[in-house]
């Protein structure tokens, strides 16, 4: 059993950056691949950025490409998902997931039902 919790969603003008957590707790986090995604008000949950367990590159959505940077911590069982330039039609709840693949796994899982668990979501709002 993983439990997550995201943090770092804050309210702020458009052009300013954010950088959101997500810690995880339980064992064998390396197992995991970790996926952010995001739920703008009215709209469906949308995959944002993900890693993958073969060589730990990173596959980002088109909208984002450029402007988010995924990064992961092992040792402190964390991933960062540091959001540049931000817009007001980035205004959403991030969630951070998690899912357990086998060591050599090479896929980007971009879609939100291959994930085993969730974290509650951290609000992001952004003004013009």
């Known amino acids: 059993q993983v439990r997550l919790v995201e943090s770092g969603g804050e309210s702020v003008q458009a052009g300013h950056s954010l950088k959101l957590s997500c810690t995880a707790s339980?064992?064998?986090?390396?197992?995991?691949?970790m996926g952010w995604f995001r739920q703008a008000p009215g709209k469906e949950r949308e995959f944002v950025a993900v890693d993958r367990r073969s060589d730990g590159n990173v596959k980002y959505a088109d909208a984002m490409r450029g402007r988010c940077t995924f990064s992961r911590d092992n040792a402190k069982n964390m991933v960062f998902l540091q959001i540049f330039d931000l817009e007001p039609v980035d205004t959403a709840v991030y969630y951070c997931?998690?899912?357990?693949?086998?060591?050599?796994?090479?896929?980007?899982?971009?879609?939100?039902?291959?994930?085993?668990?969730w974290g509650q979501g951290t609000q992001v709002t952004v003004s013009s």
């Open positions: 997931a998690a899912k357990s693949v086998y060591e050599g796994n090479f896929f980007y899982h971009t879609d939100e039902e291959d994930y085993d668990y």
């Open positions: 339980g064992p064998a986090f390396e197992t995991y691949v």
